[in-house]
């Protein structure tokens, strides 16, 4: 850990100050939580509540509902912070917490497939549930990661493709089985409400048992931040503290997660707030850590309470990630001390790189197989329209078959244009920041783009639907600028793009769930919009696409060569008298205006530009020029698929198309991640 | 030479996820299609069809050549509508969870055919079943509108604009329906009759000494274990079909709920404590039953400890037509005058 090194007398004033000022500080949120409510409670009587309770309605009211919220708020906050410190020192990694890990969000998915296959299981016991999740959601992330070899921002990296990963199928769940989980949805966004002390009388033993454990075993954790080389002598005691350390921080997460949901950065904060006071002896670090904790995560929610409208009540998690997401840009900017790019997963490969295939005729191959493929669709759907009536409805304008026909054109014509759109954006953002693992999703700008068109959808719905491209480029835009902004001054670091693209997601992921919550009323459309669709496509989104494409394309084609000579490292680029800045530039944005037309047409879809490039990589090699045609190819066929499967196999109920890329894509990029660690162990 | 198998593999596996989706769709759309077929009589019933009408709809006036018979419906309020005036519809959005929310006196034959779900209802499907009126919800299908008049000539209604779908706005949407459908005289009846059940209503009320009768009315859940309440406004249609016996709602918002109504929890009950609390809830989720019962606050408020209490049916449907005031007004009667 790189905490700072004070004198013993200085660490002690600071100590006191971190200790009385976090006290302090949840003292007062909590009297302001028991303030605010629905009803209007005078603060007298909040105070008689306190100091005399009577058995009167506002008194139980006190006690009895806005008590047990509270007090959830502060064993929650507490005990995420408690497992983001643990985490952060047997990984020796700045960046880990139980959400950066995928723990809660494995925990969460475990929990909502329980509610659905084993509801009566499920009641009474969500902790095993979640234990059990997010126990397999951090050792997918560690060992996806690297492992033992894993750098920091590769294992918050994979983490967050874990939670990626898990919150596709967390959405599927909730669209395939709208009936079972709709209680859940708010849940999702994680949310203090409470209706007594139930949840309160389930949370505290284990909260209280495990973080005494953690106090108990003080001292191993102190060992875990020798260097490796001291710590390595020690030999197997290490290993099995580094375990029982994963082991407590994960049960801690777990049984936060199945009370009050899924809640972020918590355990990130609180851990670096109070280890700014210099703190290290992990026997006072855990209880500063349970305090600021505790006094974030109400005070999140006392900002929930107070911006509560008479529809619904705001997600406590999306006030924090709100809150603590511009500490993971903090974080970043100030604790990633190298600054350029050299020796950071400098290489595009996964690997070694390979052409296996000549050119030409895989250029041929998958032209056949998307022209194919996108006549193939127009016959499968709601109504199935044999062969021999496909070429004649084509060409006609009466009759059901090309009434039909009509419908289906212009939304396979979308979703191939937006599949291309998605690839080429990948493989530019990918040389730009020079990351295999990074497409517009990961560096925040389809977060962006979707927040963007969902303002216009939810916020001003009577506004045209052509300003929903604007919309999207705009929010693209902004999300871009600040992310590259920031990491202007680290020589636009892949890795610092990248996690900086992280916290950019969680800030519009949390607008998004707001807007959701507002606007929801039978608002599941939005929900699915989000997710990915093609579904009722026209062909004025027909022109969108193509106006991207037809400026756009060009454009990438034009740039290509100079993109190329990005595969080196920096050193040697600038040497050929290259402005990578402004080469890196010039690819990054045309990849967002890219990702920003497709996300305004099908909404967002995520995983296309990380896989397709990876795809037609792995056939060709790595000459950018054709690597971009095949995998704008590849990306068109992907979701031209996703739509065709997506309206046939469950009609007339239709299956959102980014659904169907997150369940086919995901499982090929989670093993892309791993063999690119085994082939090459990052730094 | 492992890695470009990777590449032709995954191309494999997604022409074969092709293959498999292909055999899927036959079955499904075949049943869809004989359902169609299936209606066709069933609706050419009684009245001749006659010349040309024109209604009124949210994107202007609509004529159509003769009064529709096969009619899709998107959204649970218009097939309510459909039904009360003596039609099924040919296709209706979501015909499992219309039967859970939706009384079983607006019943759907079994020849229906779902067209998927209200926020995306499938277009093909609705094709298939070739309609001559689609009515569609302004709310969920105003993206689609243009492919829905496509297919076959669209009304749309937007019941919650400006104040709320409140009881004028749901006699106006049902007589432009009847118009459409050439079931004028069908409307006015059920809408007669109705009147004269809030007149048998009301006596029975008096009899009991139950006029003008304070209440709240709620349709409550659980999320996550903590109670939602949709406490109802006096712009919803379900006030509007009470105020017409008498019954005088007490739970008055501070600023205007376009939905008519608002989302609380437990606590804001303490607002209405002193009136009666009317409830639906569903079977499954019995807020007040189970979840509520210990809860130091609910057994606090004055309607709990001096038990005015009253659970409606759980297929009262809150945001409904006619058959849905009838049903609630009878609930009502029931639960107060026990």
């Known amino acids: 850990m790189s905490s700072v090194q004070g004198t013993r007398p200085a660490m002690n004033w600071r100590t006191i100050s971190i200790y009385g000022g976090g006290l302090t500080a949840l003292i007062v949120l909590f009297f302001v939580s028991l303030c605010y409510g629905e009803a209007s409670v005078p603060l007298h009587t909040v105070w008689d509540a306190l100091t005399g309770r009577q058995n009167t309605l506002e008194h ?82 560690y060992f996806m990661g690297g492992g033992r070899k894993s750098s920091p921002v590769r ?111 918590v355990g990130l904060v ?26 974030l995560l109400v005070g999140a929610d006392v900002l929930a309470k107070m911006v509560h409208n008479s529809s619904m009540e705001l997600p406590t998690g999306a006030v924090m990630a709100i809150i603590g997401a511009p500490w993971l840009i903090w974080l970043v900017l100030t604790r990633m001390k190298a600054a350029n790019g050299s020796g950071m997963s400098s290489s595009m490969s996964t690997g070694a790189p390979s052409r296996r295939f000549a050119f030409g005729p895989m250029a041929v191959l998958f032209s056949v197989i998307t022209i194919a493929l ?17 070429l004649p409805s084509l060409f006609r304008s009466d009759g059901l078959f090309s009434a039909v026909i009509q419908l289906r054109i212009p939304r396979t014509l979308v979703a191939a244009g937006a599949g291309a759109a998605l690839a080429i954006s990948g493989v530019l953002i990918q040389m730009a920041v020079r990351n295999p693992l990074a497409d517009a999703s990961i560096v925040g700008v389809s977060s962006g783009a979707g927040l963007g068109a969902m303002m216009v959808i939810i916020l001003w719905p009577g506004l045209p639907m052509y300003l929903l491209p604007i919309a999207a480029i705009i929010g693209a835009s902004i999300a871009a600028v600040v992310v590259f902004s920031l990491s202007w001054k680290k020589g636009l670091n892949p890795s610092a793009v990248v996690l900086l693209g992280i916290a950019m997601s969680a800030i519009a992921g949390a607008g998004i769930q707001i807007l959701i919550v507002r606007g929801a009323v039978y608002g599941s459309s939005g929900y699915i919009w989000l997710t990915g669709s093609t579904y009722a496509r026209t062909w004025d989104q027909v022109k969108v696409i193509g106006l991207f494409l037809v400026v756009l394309v060009p454009l990438a084609w034009w740039l290509a060569r100079r993109f190329e000579l990005l595969v080196f490292d920096d050193n040697s680029a600038s040497g050929l008298g290259l402005g990578v800045r402004r080469t890196r530039l010039l690819a990054m944005t045309t990849g967002v205006l890219l990702a920003a037309g497709a996300v305004a047409c099908v909404g967002t879809v995520g995983f296309i530009g990380l896989i397709a490039p990876h795809m037609v990589r792995l056939l060709t090699g790595h000459k950018l ?46 093993y892309l991640m791993y063999r690119s660690n085994w082939h090459r162990p990052m730094k | 030479m492992k890695k470009s198998l990777n590449g032709l593999l995954l191309l494999l596996v997604f022409a074969l996820t092709l293959a498999g989706c292909g055999s899927a769709s036959t079955s499904s759309n075949g049943s869809a299609a004989d359902a169609g077929e299936g209606n ?123 104040d709320g779908y409140n009881y004028d706005k749901m006699t106006d949407i049902f007589n432009n329906i009847a118009i459409a459908l050439g079931k004028e005289d069908k409307a006015k009846q059920v809408l007669d009759e109705l009147d004269q ?39 919803s249609v379900v006030i509007g079909t009470l105020n017409k016996i008498g019954l005088v709602n007490d739970w008055q918002p501070e600023k205007l709920e376009g939905y008519g109504f608002s989302t609380v929890g437990i606590e804001s009950l303490s607002d209405v404590q002193d009136s009666n609390f009317i409830y639906i809830t569903q079977p499954d989720d019995d807020v007040f039953g189970t979840a509520m019962k210990d809860n130091s606050v609910w057994k606090e408020l004055n309607f709990v400890k001096e038990n005015r209490l009253y659970q409606l049916d759980s297929t009262t449907w809150t945001f409904g037509g006619p058959i849905s005031s009838k049903v609630l007004v009878d609930g009502v009667v029931e639960a107060i005058t026990k």
């Open chain 1, 60 to 141: 139980n009211m006190i006690w009895d509902l806005r008590m047990p919220r509270t007090v959830i708020g502060i064993i929650a906050g507490g005990a995420l912070a408690v497992a983001g410190a643990l985490l952060q020192t047997i990984t020796r990694n700045p960046l880990a917490a139980s959400d950066t890990l995928g723990i809660n969000a494995g925990a969460y998915f475990i929990v909502v497939l329980g509610a659905i296959l084993f509801p009566g299981v499920l009641n009474q016991s969500p902790f095993l549930f979640a234990a059990l999740g997010g126990l397999i959601a951090a050792f997918a992330a």
């Open chain 1, 155 to 265: 294992l918050a990296l994979s983490g967050m493709i874990v939670s990626m990963v898990l919150g596709s199928f967390t959405s599927a769940l909730h669209i395939f089985f709208s009936m079972e989980t709709q209680g859940l949805f708010l849940w999702g966004s994680g949310t203090l409400v409470q209706n007594d002390w139930s949840g309160v009388t389930y949370v505290w033993p284990w909260v209280v048992g495990i973080t005494i454990l953690a106090l108990i075993l003080s001292r191993q954790w102190d060992m875990l931040e020798l260097d490796e080389s001291t710590a390595s002598s020690l030999g197997q005691k290490v290993g099995l503290a580094r375990a029982g350390g994963l082991i407590i921080a994960v049960l801690l997460a777990a049984v936060i997660v199945s009370v009050i949901g899924p809640i972020g950065f």
């Open chain 1, 270 to 295: 609180a851990p670096h707030l109070v280890r700014l006071s210099g703190v290290r002896s992990n026997r006072l670090l855990l209880p500063g850590v349970f305090i600021w904790g505790a006094a």
């Open chain 1, 374 to 390: 996108i006549l193939l669709s127009t016959m499968f759907g709601g109504l199935r329209i044999p062969l021999a009536d496909l």
């Open chain 1, 625 to 670: 020029r054709r690597s971009m045609f095949l995998s704008a190819l590849a990306g068109a066929v992907m979701l031209v698929l996703a739509d065709t499967i997506g309206r046939t196999v469950m009609a007339p109920t239709e299956i959102p198309s980014g659904i169907l890329i997150a369940l086919i894509g995901t499982p090929y990029f989670l």
């Open chain 2, 40 to 162: 066709t009589s069933d609706n050419t019933q009684t009245e001749a069809a006659s010349g040309p009408v024109t209604v009124k709809h949210k994107r202007g006036e609509l004529t159509l050549d003769k009064p529709a018979e096969r009619v899709v419906t998107l959204e649970w309020t218009y097939t309510e509508d459909v039904v009360a005036l003596g039609v099924q519809p040919v296709g209706n959005a979501d015909n499992a969870n219309y039967k859970v929310y939706v009384t079983s006196e607006a019943a759907l034959d079994d020849s229906v055919t779902d067209i998927g779900t209200r926020s995306e209802p499938n277009l093909e499907a609705i094709a298939a079943l070739k309609p001559d009126l689609i009515i569609a919800n302004a709310d969920n299908n105003t993206a689609v509108y243009d492919q829905l008049n496509a297919i076959a000539p669209t009304m749309e209604f937007d019941p919650y604009d400006g």
């Open chain 2, 197 to 235: 059940h809030y007149v048998e209503a009301k006596e029975k009320l008096a009899a009991a000494g139950k006029e003008n009768f304070n209440f709240a009315l709620t349709q409550a859940f659980t999320y996550q274990n903590a109670a939602s309440l949709r406490m109802f406004t006096d712009n």
